[in-house]
């Protein structure tokens, strides 16, 4: 009896130490996708809608999943990133890739540098540097960055991991113990299913949980993370760090809609459109639901959250990029890394700077540059979808390795819905 219960303890503590040595992209993949999707879009939508929006929360975090794991599934197997894979699709594929990212990266990187920009001068009181905020922010992410690389990141995003998923829990626990706010008298809820109303649910499905070219960061984030340990999972511990991490992303998106619905909807409060306001403003509201004492916890709450994801973008930005310009512009393999070992910092100042501009000519207009880069990453999220899931259904791939036929209809789904809303939107856009 006594040897049985030894063996099953070494057995345990085997898994949690492999689970340890493989935990990491997933929470990196996490932290990203819980900034503007959910603490700013996912609070919107259930102050403007209420709960009936719930269902496209969950609807798109569903039909994305495939697309997303399969950028972990990727690099698992074949131990090379999904960006290499794009070059077997061929050139095109890749600069495909490449451009889609480059049109997008600054839009992205503005929209969510100013939104921690507003919680950072909410925290700190420090709102008179206004636009300089987020000068000083972007120099602290690329410093962290620049020294430390991965190493820094996945130390720091665990921490604020555990600060974020405390923070919410307890918000949402004692929002549902608090129960809705009363409607002021006159409230009248907005309309959906007009032109405003379906642009919205297009923004806030573009990052419902996250944009989809993220699925090549988690890609190069599980070969980083093999790396910092000397460690290769197998291929089901990869896929169950990152189905956990992803099923905690949804499970916060509708805590998220359920916050943003009890504190808001009914209420008759306006958001500002401005980074400061509005970060003190959804701070303050939060606060008064669940106690004026929570509010230095709750500010610093959300800047974790935020903060969390700005950095999370420019190291993944600045990875995928400097991959794809060795894989675009280097003909030897064995030459990449002495070549373009420079590249990560040189990109890092780049993304850094090109954002600073959008967000300056966006200055006061946050919702604006919010749904404009969300919408953005919705209408190109079909070309990743299609190009991910001929990777791992094609030829190139392991069979052994390829997904289940559930999932290939899943992803056939997935494909339909994300190339239908973006034709509709494109339609609708250039109609109006």
Known sequence: MALGISTCYRIMDSKLSHFSKTAGPGILFACTAIGVSHLIQS?????????????????????????????????????????????????????????????????????????????????????????????????????????????????????????????????????????????????????????????????LMGWMPAPLDLST???????????????????KETLLEFRLAYLITGILAVMFVVLGTFIFYGSGEELPNSNSSFAHKV??????????????????????????????????????????????????????????????????IVLSVGSLIVIFQFAGNLKELVDFATVLSFVVAPVIAIFNFRLVTGKYFPKESQPSTLLRILSFTGITFLSGFAIFFLVTKFMS
């Open 283 to 348: 701070v303050t509201l939060y606060t008064q639901t669940i106690g004026e004492w929570s509010y230095v916890v709750i500010a610093a709450s959300a800047f974790s959250v935020m903060f969390g994801t700005i950095i999370a973008l420019f190291d993944g930005y600045s990875r995928s990029l400097q991959r794809t310009v060795e894989l675009i512009f280097s003909k030897k393999e064995e030459t990449i890394r002495t070549k373009f070992k420079t590249f990560y910092v040189i990109f890092l």
């Open 43 to 203: 609070t919107r939508a259930g102050a403007d809608f209420g709960l009936m929006i719930l269902g496209f929360v969950v609807l798109a975090t569903v039909l994305k999943y495939p697309f997303f794991e399969y950028g972990s599934r990727y690099a698992n197997s074949t131990q090379t990133s999904i960006i290499d894979g794009y070059k077997k699709l061929g050139k095109p594929a890749l600069w495909m890739y490449f451009i889609i990212t480059i049109c997008s990266m600054f839009f992205v990187t503005g929209a969510v540098g100013f939104v921690t920009a507003g919680f950072f001068e909410n925290l700190f009181g420090i709102d008179f540097l206004e636009e300089f905020t987020v000068v000083i922010l972007f120099a602290i992410c690329v410093g962290i960055l620049a020294v430390g690389k991965y190493n820094i990141l996945d130390s720091l995003i665990k921490i604020i991991a555990i600060v974020l998923l405390v923070s919410t829990v307890s918000a949402f626990l004692l929002a549902l113990y608090n129960g809705p706010i009363e409607e002021v008298p006159g409230f009248s809820p907005r309309e959906l299913w007009n032109l405003t109303g379906i642009f919205f649910l297009l923004a």
């Open 217 to 235: 960061w988690n890609s190069l984030w599980t070969l980083e993370r093999s790396k910092q340990t000397s460690y290769r999972p197998k291929l």
